[in-house]
């Protein structure tokens, strides 16, 4: 089977999670599964192996579940303002933010956007920023904490770049400071969080993004 676009998907994810109900929304019992799979044999697929291993599963297909309740329409606002860009600006803060922004800025440069990416800090503060309008900032950002990312987005847009947030928390500063917003929605039990699975998120938001880009890009082209 398949599905008519990222609605239709995320429509169809919510209705199997009403129709599993506490079945997926609690953790699951590896040991149980075990237990009542007559092909088990307890030895070299035991509960003690599979129970580490089945509960970064369900982590893993949750966040991705929460991924379905992204409002479509902001990654369409954005992915237009991106397409009608001078020039694109990505910033990312830290390893994992910093990494991905490199990935995202690569692929735009295939494109054929012309790119910059900001990850340093120090950079950021700086009053002879190279804003104008016409351009657009991407800030990638899970907390959307960091308070020179938020003065950056607040500057940029005061030059005239359309500013857009990806982040984890509508009412962060850095959400707080740009034009368009696109929130993952993980659900998480601490706002530092350091783990990988949030980037899971990212990166299936990120390539959304991208395809959703790359289709103006070509409509676009097409219709010239």
């Not at 020039?87 to 440069?109: E, K, N, R, W, Y």
């Not at 054929?112 to 920023?129: F, H, N, R, V, Y």
Request: proline share 3%.
């Amino acid at each position: 089977f398949s599905f008519g676009g990222f609605a239709a998907l995320r429509d169809e994810l919510q209705r199997i999670v009403a129709h599993l109900g506490d079945r997926f929304v609690h953790p699951i019992d590896a040991r149980s599964i075990g237990a009542a799979d007559p092909t088990a044999t307890g030895v070299a697929f035991g509960a003690t192996e599979l129970d580490p291993l089945l509960e970064g599963l369900y982590q893993g297909i949750r966040a991705l579940l929460d991924n379905a309740t992204v409002e479509f329409h902001s990654i369409e606002r954005a992915a237009e303002a991106i397409a009608a860009a001078k020039q694109v600006h990505l910033c990312g803060a830290g390893p994992i933010s910093g990494g991905l922004i490199d990935m995202l800025a690569f692929t735009f440069q295939r494109m054929g956007l012309a790119c910059m990416s900001w990850k340093d800090p120090s950079t950021m503060i700086l009053e002879d920023q190279t804003f104008s309008n016409g351009d657009a900032l991407v800030v990638l950002t899970h907390s959307g904490t960091n308070a020179d990312i938020a003065r950056f987005v607040q500057r940029a847009g005061e030059l005239g770049a359309t500013t857009i947030a990806i982040t984890n928390y509508r009412r962060s500063p850095v959400a707080q400071a740009a034009k368009l917003l696109v929130v993952t929605n993980i659900r998480e039990r601490t706002i530092q969080n350091y783990e990988l699975l949030p980037r899971v998120s990212h990166m299936v938001l990120l390539q959304v993004l991208v395809n959703r880009v790359r289709a103006r890009l070509t409509q676009d082209g097409s219709s010239t």
